[in-house]
């Protein structure tokens, strides 16, 4: 069982860019593909970005391609998610989440509020 912890959310101008992290708790975290969902007011939480085990393989929703980066390093058990040129539409709630062996994204962490001005 992996313990998930967010960090790096914050407020920040249109265009602007933000780095979230994600530190998992134990010494399994190299075994789980990692994503990065978000939430915004009223609306259902997507799926924003995943990266594999290794981080060999990543995945991103058209509307990030281009702008956010999904990246891990399985020595300090954390996950990243480089965001540049923000957009309002950005705004929400983001939460990294952990998929162990295929069976879904079972452990999820408490959220990092991002808000993007205009």
């Known amino acids: 069982q992996v313990q998930l912890v967010e960090s790096g959310g914050g407020l920040v101008q249109a265009g602007g860019s933000l780095r979230l992290s994600c530190a998992a708790s134990?010494?399994?975290?190299?075994?789980?593909?990692m994503g990065w969902f978000r939430q915004a007011p009223g609306k259902e939480r997507e799926l924003v970005a995943t990266?594999?085990?290794?981080?060999?393989?990543?995945y991103y929703t058209e509307s990030v391609k281009g702008r956010f980066t999904i990246s891990r390093d399985n020595a300090k058990n954390t996950m990243y998610l480089q965001m540049n040129s923000l957009k309002p539409e950005d705004t929400a709630v983001y939460y990294c989440?952990?998929?162990?062996?295929?069976?879904?994204?079972?452990?999820w962490g408490q959220g990092t509020q991002v808000t993007v001005s205009s």
């Open positions: 134990g010494r399994t975290f190299s075994t789980y593909t």
């Open positions: 990266i594999t085990s290794s981080g060999g393989r990543t």
């Open positions: 989440a952990g998929d162990r062996l295929g069976t879904g994204y079972r452990y």
